[in-house]
């Protein structure tokens, strides 16, 4: 009896066990906010030297159409960066509304058509396209995308069509995999019950899958573009990395990666250009959390709809 | 008979007291899921909790071996061997070990049958393979599941038929060789075959162990337990020997219910 | 009847659909494979690289690739576990956990270029650990860490939670029933989100050309003592990997064959990708066997 | 028992590692260099670097690339022994020359190269200079064919830009275009896109792009020895003033003679010893 009462009130292994797993586990995710906070003030610190050191205004950063940083005029120098914002934001947008459809289609395969033919075809196929490197897809993009623009547009070929292109490709698992999530997540009774009450598989899908798995399907959306935003080297290779604004799709362009992947190397820490580029990596961190912020407010919507 | 709005049947010194709660409160949130719950829990036998959905009688249930921890907030005490287990004193592990719980679905671990009753054995420090082997054996027998398995003691778990889990996690729970057995609806995804093993194992397990069900199955309720406890809103209405609370209920909402009046 | 047409129309276009998500793949990977293929012998895949002259091949490179991401994997992998061992099982929802989530997300989205830069400014200058792999194997772990992280805490998360209570109400701490119960069920889904991750690590350059660097010196792969400079294992060696090697001849490459060596090292990449994602499959089925069904 | 083998498995680990530090081979713990900066550069001093550690048992010398702005910034502050640039210190914003010694190591050529569709041999400074300022669209306003003129730059601040911009349009700056960051792929740009016209440093000429003279006179080596052809840079290895003996032995070695006369020509530079005139700046 008494035997009993002891090991209850002492501490067992089983509770130091805990505590030592959950310190453990809480070191291990305090680390990685620590990297994560270092790399946010880090380019938090450089990127908003342009405007505090260099004193140019925000507003002429983000509304300026001259990149030009080596040449300074009325004594600020040059750093309109709103051809690159311009650019990222047609590449991502026009790349996303491209893989939609694709990521959709796919994804009901996955679900509700073949779920066998999706786990054995189309699961590691889409695990291949995430697992072909970024430089492999710029090289295919240069001597495939950009030659096939150039025969049907003219012109040099590089531009946002080309990197839409390309960008289509490299989103397409993201989306797809996280419609996948969100359309599993619709619970089998609703498909069962829609379809006992003679609705075809199709009218089940449109109507009652696809209209419940919404806000996932948004989140997904909004994820494949956060990715589309930061994606560097292959957009570069094929965007022509002109820092002018867009006058037409066929036309070079440039992204905020791909001007900061070429500039960074040839720039010395510490001075407006520098700087500048890194304010560039600032609005694709501001634009990350922008996306960010999109997802949860899909998410809450989602919940209170439910 | 059924004037009182509430009956709690009192016991006399000699009977053995399993588990006591006083002054239970239970809160969600701000909601208040249990108000009023005083009972006493007697020893060797099955107490049978009932009431409608929403009542409160699983998360009374879930409390007393502390499994609502980080879901709800309780306050009260839960005595248990004078010791009131809802304290910060209270070693959770050690204490579950001694209140072993099963759950509605059947929830066998993705090992093997053997190891599914090993893995908490070794954990509380039993590790002779020989011991191990017996209380294997003991705890699968007494779950009546023996006979079943035992030429397949190394086959995965997941592979065993509903009923068949659910006796295996009763034998993962009895093997610890506890005080108490804590049973939430555990017959419910149950067929009724399965379901009628499964009381006959609870019957002869009351012989060795405090059992506490709780069920919606009013005829298994009247069937198997000893005593019924009616919960009605976050409070217990009735508490009685379970012959009494079926044949002649003090409390008229205790009739309705289980007339099929109510709920 | 109508309804049923269209039925059979919209299934009709999702096989399209998920037919030319296959056909893409299917002539991308065809498209480098043949156009690399001429140039994969045995010799190409085991002789060292060189600069200027042709029939180089990229045996260190290959080394590199690999060896950078078993380094990379065995340092971000432990991390990864416990951070979203944490995430999904202690920490509380509210505002502070959500607000980690969103930080490590945005860290993922964060173009590789900006990961490197850190990496050059942090590991190889501030702690000394000059250009090599080990810088390049912690700027990989800053780039995965978020990944690894999202896809184990998706795996822990699709277990139901039946099994966490089963752990505890017989009395095993919560800790254990994760790591010996929960973990072993999300293997799988584990396996398939490290072969994504893995994918990405060996494919980045960006992240590696200011770390690792974009030299790879002769290696004696007759010394194994890693404290030696030139031995394979020496993890303070600059390592220039193949997606590097790729990247470099693509822009700079001053060698006759540098289109062919190129070719022929994209093809290599995609088809060890390719045995990567194949080998741990069958890694992970054989492990799920093994961990549920016991000895 | 089971939960001891993974103990004994880094048990195991620990003493191999331990005896593997014991029988490491102490020669080759040597000092080593390390080079960072232009990607133009990177070859001949890897080449030199291989060399060098082959007659020098114990120094290795470790070249990374990562651009001219980098490997200035870079010995600027201290964090590497040599920074390989394309430009003069002075050109580039932000450094500080003085803090650094220059050790011009070879000579590298510069010449536009046109798609072959153009249908252009010659071109003048003027006309070079109206093509990257926007003035002339069309390649029939030079002489060639009707066909639109694409300008393919490289990145602002690159060595190879700056030299074009600074020798080759007499200081007149490019208008905003595509820009592109390595050799490599711009040639295949020019190559593949009619009317493309950009410049990359004598190493990377090839059949498949075409090579105007400029003013009349052939982009070669020679024409670069005696200034007539007057679109080149030298390349540059800074260090530090104070820096250390190794890395000065090394300089040195990539001085003398048997770099000088086989490495640099081989590998498309212009040994420095075979310039008629000297710049400055």
């Given amino acids: 009896m008494d035997k009993i009462r002891e090991s209850i009130l002492t501490k067992s292994h089983a509770s130091k066990l805990e505590r030592r797993g959950k310190i453990i586990s809480f070191m291990c995710l305090g680390g990685i906010c620590l990297i994560v906070l270092a790399i946010f003030i880090f380019i938090a610190y450089r990127g908003l030297a342009t405007f505090t050191s260099d004193h140019v205004s925000i507003f002429k950063f983000l509304g300026g159409t001259k990149w030009n940083p080596e040449v300074t005029e009325n004594g600020h120098p040059l750093v309109g960066a709103l051809p690159m914002i311009t650019g990222s934001f047609l590449i991502t947008i026009l790349a996303t509304l491209l893989a939609l459809p694709f990521a959709i289609g796919t994804a009901l395969m996955m679900t509700d058509i073949t779920p066998k033919m999706g786990t054995r075809i189309l699961q590691p196929v889409l695990e291949l396209l995430v697992g072909i490197p970024s430089v492999v897809y710029g090289f295919v993009g240069l001597t495939v995308v950009v030659p096939f623009m150039r025969s049907i547009f003219g012109g040099s070929g590089f531009g946002i069509l080309a990197g839409t292109f390309v960008l289509f490709v490299m989103v397409l698992p993201t989306i797809t995999s996280m419609t996948v999530d969100a359309l599993k997540s619709v619970p089998k009774d609703y498909r069962s019950a829609s379809l006992a009450l003679g609705a075809t598989r199709w009218q089940t899908i449109y109507k009652v899958v696809l209209r419940t798995a919404t806000p996932g399907i948004l989140t997904a959306i909004v994820f494949g573009m956060a990715r589309a935003f930061g994606e560097a080297l292959a957009v570069q290779m094929v965007v022509g990395n002109a820092a002018l604004m867009p006058t037409s799709l066929v036309a070079p362009a440039s992204t905020l990666t791909s001007v900061l992947t070429t500039g960074i190397g040839n720039t010395v820490l510490g001075t407006v250009q520098n700087d500048a580029l890194w304010s560039l990596a600032l609005i694709l961190l501001l634009m990350s959390l922008a996306f960010n912020l999109a997802i949860h407010l899909i998410a809450k919507r989602g919940e209170l709809k439910r | 008979m059924q004037t009182k709005d509430r009956y709690i049947q009192q016991f006399d010194e000699t009977q053995e007291m399993a588990l006591t709660t006083k002054n239970l409160h239970i809160y969600y949130g701000d909601f208040e899921a249990i108000s009023e719950a005083d009972l006493q829990i007697p020893r060797f036998k099955i107490t049978a909790l009932i009431g409608a959905s929403g009542s409160g009688k699983s998360t009374f249930l879930r409390s007393l071996n502390r499994m609502n921890d980080n879901v709800a907030d309780v306050k009260g005490e839960i005595w248990y061997r004078d010791l009131n287990l809802n304290s910060k004193e209270i070693d959770v592990y050690a204490m579950r070990r001694q209140i072993g719980m099963v759950f509605q679905r059947p929830n066998p671990f993705p090992k093997s049958i053997y190891e599914n009753i090993t893995f908490a054995l070794e954990r509380h420090g039993i590790t002779d393979k020989k011991e191990l082997a017996e209380r294997v054996e003991t705890s699968l027998k007494q779950a009546a599941l023996w006979e079943e398995v035992k030429d397949k003691l190394n086959q995965s778990a997941l592979a065993l038929s509903g009923g068949q889990a659910q006796r295996l996690c009763i034998a993962r729970a009895i093997a610890l060789q506890p005080d108490i057995l804590l049973l939430d609806e555990p017959a419910s995804a149950l067929d009724p075959i399965s379901t009628a093993q499964l009381e006959e194992t609870l019957v002869n397990l009351k012989q060795h162990y405090t059992i506490v069900i709780v069920t919606h199955n009013l005829p298994q309720a009247a069937r198997i337990s000893d005593y019924t406890a009616h919960f009605s809103q976050g409070k217990v209405i009735e508490f009685n020997n379970t012959k009494e609370t079926f044949t002649d209920p003090k409390v008229k909402l205790t009739n309705d219910y289980i007339s099929g009046d109510f709920g | 009847m109508n309804a049923k047409r269209y039925d059979k129309l919209a299934t009709g276009l999702l096989y399209t659909i998920a037919g030319i998500v296959v056909l893409i793949l299917l002539l991308l990977l065809g498209f480098i494979i043949i156009r690399g293929l001429p140039q994969l012998s045995w010799s190409f895949l085991t002789t060292p690289s060189r600069a200027f002259t042709a029939g180089g091949g990229i045996g260190i490179q290959l080394f590199n690739s690999i060896y950078l991401l078993i380094l990379t994997m065995l340092i971000s992998m432990p991390i990864a576990l416990g951070a979203s061992i944490y995430l999904n099982e202690y920490a509380k929802p509210g505002k502070v956990t959500s607000i980690i989530r969103t930080m490590i997300e945005i860290l993922s989205s964060l173009p590789s270029v900006v990961v490197g830069l850190f990496g050059f400014l942090l590991f190889v200058v501030q702690f000394g650990l000059s250009f090599s792999i080990l810088s390049g194997a912690l700027a990989l772990t800053v780039f995965n860490l978020p990944l690894l992280t999202r896809s184990i805490e998706d795996a822990l998360k699709s277990i139901s939670n039946d099994q966490r209570n089963g752990g505890l109400a017989l009395g095993i701490s919560k800790w254990e029933t994760v790591t010996k119960i929960i973990l072993p069920a999300a293997v799988p889904s584990i396996v398939s989100g490290l072969i994504l991750s893995a994918g990405r690590v060996f494919g980045e350059a960006a992240a590696l050309i200011y770390t690792a660097g974009q030299s790879a010196p002769a290696l004696n792969f007759a010394n194994w003592n890693p404290f030696d400079i030139d031995s394979p294992l020496n993890p303070m060696r600059p390592a220039e990997t193949l997606a590097v090697h790729i990247w470099k001849i693509n822009s700079e490459g001053i060698m006759p064959d540098s289109s062919a060596v190129s070719a022929g090292a994209a093809a290599v990449l995609i088809i060890v990708v390719l045995i990567f994602n194949l080998l741990a499959r069958w890694i992970g089925r054989l492990l799920f066997k093994r961990l549920t069904a016991g000895s | ?281």
Wanted: proline residues 3%.
């Fill in chain 4, 1 to 281: 028992m089971k939960k001891r083998w993974p103990l004994i498995l880094i048990g195991i680990l620990i003493i191999l590692l331990g005896f593997a530090y014991v029988t490491r081979d102490q020669s080759k713990q040597g000092e080593s260099i390390t080079a960072v900066g232009s990607t133009a550069l990177q070859p001949l001093v890897e080449a030199a670097g291989e060399e060098y550690s082959k007659v020098n048992p114990g120094i290795f010398v470790n070249v990374q690339g990562g651009g001219s702005g980098t490997g200035l910034s870079q010995i600027q502050s201290g964090a590497v022994s040599i920074g390989n640039s394309d430009l003069f210190a002075s050109e580039q914003t932000g450094i500080d020359e003085k803090k650094l010694t220059d050790n011009r190591v070879a000579v590298i050529g510069i010449t536009p190269i046109l798609n072959k569709k153009a249908g252009i041999k010659n071109l003048t400074t003027k006309q070079l200079q109206a093509i990257f300022t926007g003035k002339v669209t069309n390649w029939q306003q030079v002489g060639g064919r009707n066909q639109k003129i694409v300008i393919v730059n490289r990145t602002q601040g690159s060595g190879t830009r700056v030299t074009f911009e600074k020798r080759g349009l007499n200081k007149a700056r490019s208008i905003a275009s595509q820009e592109q960051d390595s050799s490599g792929t711009t040639r295949q740009i020019v190559a593949t896109t009619p009317g493309a016209i950009s410049y990359v440093s004598f190493s990377y000429i090839n059949d498949t792009i075409s090579v105007p003279t400029l003013n009349g006179i052939k982009p070669t080596n020679k024409n670069v020895t005696t200034n007539k052809w007057q679109i080149w840079s030298y390349e540059h290895l800074y260090t530090q003033k104070n820096t250390d003996k190794v890395t000065k032995r090394f300089i040195k070695y990539v001085l003398s003679s048997h770099v000088q006369d086989e490495l640099v020509p081989q590998l498309g530079y212009i040994p420095i010893k075979d310039m008629q005139v000297e710049r400055l700046e």
